[in-house]
Nanobody, 124 residues
Framework: QVQLVESGGGLVQAGGSLRLSCAVS?????MGWFRQAPGKEREFVAA????????SYADSVKGRFTISRDNAKNTVYLQMNRLKFEDTAVYYC????????????????????WGQGTQVTVSS
């Protein structure tokens, strides 16, 4: 059984930075971050493969956000820089519990476990 606990959310001014963390218990493969703003569907943000060989970002965050993982610490991070008002959302950590033949990190159905989410609010 995999458990995911996000932390690091909060209120920040536009242009500021936050670092989200996802503490992981259990064996995981690809890890992803997704977000959901009020009244909108959940959307993919970033993903990283088990040994950090493959990384993917949504176009909207490319160049501003950085995903990383420390398997020794069982933690996945999302460094968010140059935050914009439109980045306001609940951010969720997600995990694949088994390897897949095709890497489709943007597909939420590929993930088996989800955290409870952490709120990120960017003031304009």
């Amino acid at each position: 059984q995999v458990q995911l606990v996000e932390s690091g959310g909060g209120l920040v001014q536009a242009g500021g930075s936050l670092r989200l963390s996802c503490a992981v218990s259990g064996r995981t493969f690809t890890m992803g971050w997704f977000r959901q703003a009020p009244g909108k569907e959940r959307e993919f943000v970033a993903a990283i493969s088990r040994h950090s060989i493959s990384i993917s970002y949504a176009d909207s965050v490319k160049g501003r956000f950085t995903i990383s993982r420390d398997n020794a610490k069982n933690t996945v991070y999302l460094q968010m820089n140059r935050l914009k008002f439109e980045d306001t959302a609940v951010y969720y950590c997600a995990a694949e519990s088994s390897p897949t033949t095709a890497w489709r990190p943007q597909d939420g159905s590929e993930y088996d476990y989800w955290g409870q989410g952490t709120q990120v609010t960017v003031s304009s």
